[in-house]
């Protein structure tokens, strides 16, 4: 690697936005690794602080790199991180320990693209139900949707309680593990109102009069919707869920997402054996998973149907910010959070610092 982004120092003169010193290095000897290779170090003109290129290197500290696009291959196919482990020949921890560098990498590019994304169309939001660690512990994972195009443009998640019927030993064992658990309260009407506040930051930039939002009759979705102060150009069309899930559904991109997930993604598939232990691992597969399905999967496979390369171009993105943004993921760098940080949402300022607690605030796999 030879571009140096921005000094690595947050304090340094020339990050600030406002700033209009210029940020310049220059070369200041060499430091050797474990393998006796030579690294350059750099030192900063303004702030005088030195440092190792290495610091944006995507394997920063890491001993073992791995091929990122083959790594994601395996994610999209319904591997678990054993599988991939194995087939890597590596740890489990590895795997995710990589997942995880991947994703911070993939919520920069795409916090930076929605500083400038504009919406073109309308919207659905629902809640993906899957769970992590037991079945006791269900997550709700909300995700904001293109109707026309199936882009994913947010997604946040909470747990809940377990609900519908279980037999005396479950209600048992429920009460024994809930005493020892910490659920948020109000959690899903601040996770839907987070959605909210993305879906306006959006329309801010959108030049659509009228924008329609589909979701179910979900009434915590209806109290958000009233509640907020943004929300003067949006219509909110409610739909049973009961309704048959067809291509007419007005909440049919977010069952096809649904599918998609469910059949892409280990945990998230039906009475899985290979479901997630940490919300913060999950998400971070999420985010890459997300990642891929906006600017990577063909947006329908039945090309003669479609010319659109992706689902990020049916949402109107143009190809050739696409084509920069997936070559970005794997260029082997990696964004520091300083830099990034006033571009993420609440919600990926919190997986960034692994602030998402498990209810029984479990380590990591
Ligand atoms: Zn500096």
């Given amino acids: 690697m030879h571009r140096i982004p921005h000094c690595p120092n947050p304090l340094c003169p020339s990050n600030k936005a406002e700033s209009e010193i210029k940020p310049s290095f220059r070369k200041k000897g060499f430091?050797?690794?474990?393998?006796q290779e030579k690294i350059q170090r750099y030192q900063c003109k303004n702030c005088r602080q030195t440092f190792n290129?290495?610091?944006f290197d995507i394997n920063y500290y890491a001993h073992k790199s791995i091929d990122y696009k083959r790594l994601v291959d395996a994610m999209i196919s319904s591997s678990g991180i054993r599988d991939m482990a194995r087939q890597f020949r590596c740890s489990p921890s590895l795997i995710q320990n990589r997942i995880d560098r991947l994703a911070?990498?993939?919520m920069a590019l795409f916090a930076k693209l929605s500083e400038t994304?504009?919406?073109k169309e309308d919207v659905a939001a629902d809640g993906l139900e899957s769970f992590v660690l037991s079945q006791f512990f269900p997550t709700n994972i909300n995700i904001l949707v293109g109707s026309k195009s199936q882009f994913i443009y947010y997604f946040n998640s909470f747990f809940f309680h377990r609900k519908g019927r279980t037999t005396k030993a479950q209600k048992?064992?429920?009460k024994e593990l809930y005493q020892r658990a910490t659920f948020e309260k109000g959690a899903p009407s601040r996770s839907f109102k987070e959605l909210l506040d993305y879906l306006a930051a959006l329309l801010d930039r959108s030049y659509m009069t009228?924008?329609?939002l589909d979701t179910d009759k979900n009434q915590i979705y209806h109290h958000q919707f009233v509640r907020h102060p943004k929300m003067e150009k949006v219509i909110h069309r409610k739909t049973d869920s009961k309704e048959e899930r067809n291509t007419s559904n007005k909440l049919?991109?977010?069952n096809y997402i649904d599918r998609q997930i469910r059949k892409d993604q280990a945990e998230h598939v039906r009475e899985t054996l290979q479901f997630s232990r940490n919300i913060s691992n999950s998400m971070n597969r999420f985010f890459v998973?997300?990642?891929w399905h906006n600017f990577m999967k063909p947006f329908r496979i039945n090309r003669k149907k479609s010319n659109l390369s992706s689902h990020g171009e049916a949402a109107g993105i143009d190809p050739i910010i696409i084509g920069k943004i997936k070559e970005d993921l794997f260029d082997g760098t990696r964004s520091l959070y300083f830099s990034v940080k006033n571009s993420l949402n609440p919600f990926q300022q919190d997986l960034w610092e692994k602030r998402l607690l498990n209810p029984l605030h479990c380590k990591a796999v």
């Fill in 289 to 291: 998973y997300s990642f």
């Fill in 117 to 119: 994304l504009e919406l």
């Fill in 31 to 35: 430091e050797s690794n474990k393998r």
């Fill in 252 to 254: 049919f991109p977010c």
């Fill in 210 to 212: 009228d924008i329609i």
């Fill in 53 to 55: 290129i290495n610091v």
């Fill in 172 to 174: 048992e064992k429920a």
């Fill in 104 to 106: 911070r990498k993939a």
